[in-house]
């Protein structure tokens, strides 16, 4: 039985083009060691579920589930990451790029000051490792924020329109102990273009990525 063999996408900038925000090393680690761990694992856990299922093995199969969806959930989750971000000096980083998902946020949040800081106390509310995002819900087209642990993705229903990594290969290198501080310089790249391409597009349309790198 074969399988989809999934591979490591491009940045869509170079290593140093977040910087002061988040630095070369980060983002060199956070994309060749952290983000290849779990494209590798993946591909290994749907191996070995693929192989076991041709075996006539349902048990060895579901074993895989949980490296599946965690090593999955990685992948997804920053596949969606790098293309939210882009460098401060770009027009893609302007809220001028995102007219109608701004104005969505204003009409929920009241202003796009007051959704930072909601957001950004979600974020710094999350206990251990996660992820924070802005979504937008499948069926009333309404904005909200949620918080997944771990490498949860955002996979049922709602569709993901940026996140922000909150595990400590995230910014540790750079920030230390300072998550605030992370969480305050990420606005200046968040691609606002892309957020706004995923809010008036459908649901499969921000996750067009992943279909480009099996």
Known sequence: MSVN????PPLPYPYDALEPSISKQ??????TKHHQAYVTNLNKALEASSNA?????LQDSAAQLSAIRFNGGGHINHSLFWENLAPSSSPDSSIAAAPKLIGAIKSTWGSLEKFQEVFG???LGIQGSGWGWLVKEAVTGQLRIVTLANQEAVVVGDTPLFGVDMWEH???LQYLNGKAAYVDNIWKVINWKTAEARYVGSREDAFRALKAHI
């Open 5 to 8: 063999i999934y591979a490591l």
């Open 26 to 31: 980060i983002m060199e680690l956070h994309h």
């Open 53 to 57: 299922l041709a075996q006539g093995k």
């Open 121 to 123: 106390a979600a974020l």
């Open 170 to 172: 995230a910014y540790y």
